[in-house]
């Protein structure tokens, strides 16, 4: 009888064991989970700063070519002669700085 019950402990302590490696591997992938969710987070709010940086950025260009001066005859040239919307002629000499030889090589390039 001996034998019957070291066999039994023999399964009893594989059953253990393969309950055990199975436990692992549940909380390695519970683990892991909350890992890859901290990395998220970590992600998007890295994201959102970027976001915020880029609008940051976009408003203070705005700003700058808002405060471009610039001849309204030279957009209505540039309008008509290049067959152009006025807010697209305007953008344009207001990035080349009122220029309106360099905003029209620009245009034609």
Do not use: C, F, Y
């Not at 990395?39 to 705005?62: C, F, G």
């Not at 953008?91 to 905003?103: C, N, W």
């Amino acid at each position: 009888m001996e034998v019957g019950e070291e066999g039994a402990a023999v399964v009893d302590s594989k059953d253990l064991q393969q309950q055990s490696k199975a436990l692992d591997k549940l909380t390695d992938r519970v683990e892991d989970r909350q890992l890859d969710s901290t990395r998220v987070q970590e992600a998007m709010a890295s994201l959102a700063s970027s976001a915020e940086a880029d609008r940051n950025a976009m408003k203070m260009r705005e700003k700058e070519l808002a405060a471009v001066k610039i001849n309204p005859a030279d957009i209505d040239i540039i309008a008509n002669e290049l067959e152009l919307d006025r807010k697209v002629a305007e953008r344009t000499l207001r990035e080349h700085k009122g220029d309106s030889v360099a905003a029209v090589r620009h245009l034609l390039r």
